[in-house]
């Protein structure tokens, strides 16, 4: 069963350091997600990509947040200067999206970013 | 998108059925009701989706009320693998995407 895959699964950094969390969305997937949960809360959605574009963002994606999708099977969340705060897991998300009613999501294993 | 309401826990004994409930009195004619779970240390899963039938997958049941102002999420057979916390997420045909998490019911399975 397809399934999308996270890199690296955790990610120690030291605070100001420009981070690359990386994802592998399920293959013939349109739209991509990036989310995230601080331990012990709520998951919490940041960005979503569809067509080489940002389609939707949240309060949270701010300068600091990029998204890019280098090639053609890749699909990355940039941090360019790491805070405590953005210590939590990151998880991202695919779906097919044939229609507009249908939107299963399918999510990654996460990745734990650790900044100290 | 509209607001819905769970318990924050419940417990079910394995291999009975556990029926979680999720009230959502603000429900649209065009929102979809989807449930979703996320088992430790894991990324969210989908569970399940409907709008106004009982809809049954290979994973669970969705039973929503005639008024759709409440639905019920059946596992007919929980296992200690179902133990989860699992949410019931509005979703309109005409919104964005993205899901909107909220606390969910931390559901417990005990042998």
């Known amino acids: 069963e397809p399934e999308v895959t996270q890199t690296p699964s955790h990610q120690v950094t030291q605070m100001g350091q420009e981070v690359i969390l990386r994802c592998v969305p399920i293959?013939?997937?349109?739209?991509f997600y990036w989310y995230r949960q601080i331990l012990g809360q709520k998951v919490e959605f940041l960005v979503s990509?569809?067509?080489?574009?940002?389609?939707?963002k949240s309060e949270i994606f701010d300068d600091q947040f990029s998204v890019e999708r280098p090639d053609g099977s890749n699909f990355t969340l940039k941090i360019r200067s790491t805070k405590l705060e953005d210590s939590a897991m990151y998880f991202c998300?695919?779906?097919?999206?044939?229609?507009?009613?249908?939107?299963?999501?399918?999510f990654g294993p996460g990745t734990r970013l650790t900044v100290l | 998108d509209a607001k819905t309401t769970q318990p924050n826990s419940m417990e079910s004994n394995e291999e009975e059925p556990v029926h979680l409930p999720c009230n959502h009195s603000?429900?649209?004619?065009?929102?979809?009701i989807h449930w979703y779970r996320q088992l430790p240390s894991q990324g969210p899963e989908y569970v399940i989706h409907?709008?106004?039938s009982n809809v049954n997958n290979r994973m669970a049941s969705l039973a929503i009320a005639e008024d759709r102002k409440s639905s019920t999420l059946i596992l007919h057979r929980a296992t200690l693998r179902d133990a989860a916390v699992y949410y019931c997420?509005?979703?309109?045909?005409?919104?964005?995407?993205?899901?909107?998490f909220g606390s969910g019911t931390q559901l417990t399975v005990l042998p």
């Open positions: 998300a695919s779906s097919q999206d044939i229609t507009h009613y249908y939107n299963e999501q399918f």
């Open positions: 293959s013939n997937h349109l739209y």
């Open positions: 990509f569809y067509n080489n574009e940002i389609s939707e």
């Open positions: 603000t429900i649209s004619g065009t929102d979809y």
């Open positions: 409907g709008l106004t």
């Open positions: 997420i509005l979703k309109s045909s005409g919104s964005a995407r993205q899901l909107t």
